[in-house]
Nanobody, 128 residues
Framework: QVQLGESGGGSVQSGGSLRLSCAAS????????MGWFRQAPGKEREGVAA???????TYAASVKGRFTISQDNIEDTLYLQMNSLKPEDTAMYYC??????????????????????WGQGTQVTVSS
């Protein structure tokens, strides 16, 4: 069982920055992939960025060049640096971990279970 706890959300103006953190209860170096997803009101949850155990990263087209995913294997923490934020980035942001395979690397929404774990989310609100 892996527990994930997100933090760092908040309210910023358009063009601002935030850094989200996701603390894991296990050694994240042992995880096959981790990712950030978001869900805006009335919309489906979508993949934002992911990283695998080799350090390879992938991003949704809508955030590429503005967001950076990284991990600290000493602190067992996943990060999402978000720059040049836009109102359309407003959403609940969730951290996810895959203990079995690189499934999250493809930014597909996967349910909890079968070694997939989700955090409770942190709210990001961007005003124009």
């Amino acid at each position: 069982q892996v527990q994930l706890g997100e933090s760092g959300g908040g309210s910023v103006q358009s063009g601002g920055s935030l850094r989200l953190s996701c603390a894991a209860s296990t050694y994240i170096a042992s995880l096959y992939s981790m990712g950030w997803f978001r869900q805006a009101p009335g919309k489906e949850r979508e993949g934002v960025a992911a990283i695998d155990s080799e350090g390879a990263t992938t991003y949704a087209a809508s955030v590429k060049g503005r967001f950076t995913i990284s991990q600290d294997n000493i602190e067992d923490t996943l990060y999402l640096q978000m720059n040049s934020l836009k109102p359309e980035d407003t959403a609940m942001y969730y951290c996810a971990a895959d203990q079995k395979a690189r499934r999250l690397f493809w930014l597909r929404m996967l349910d909890s279970g079968d070694n997939i774990y989700w955090g409770q989310g942190t709210q990001v609100t961007v005003s124009s």
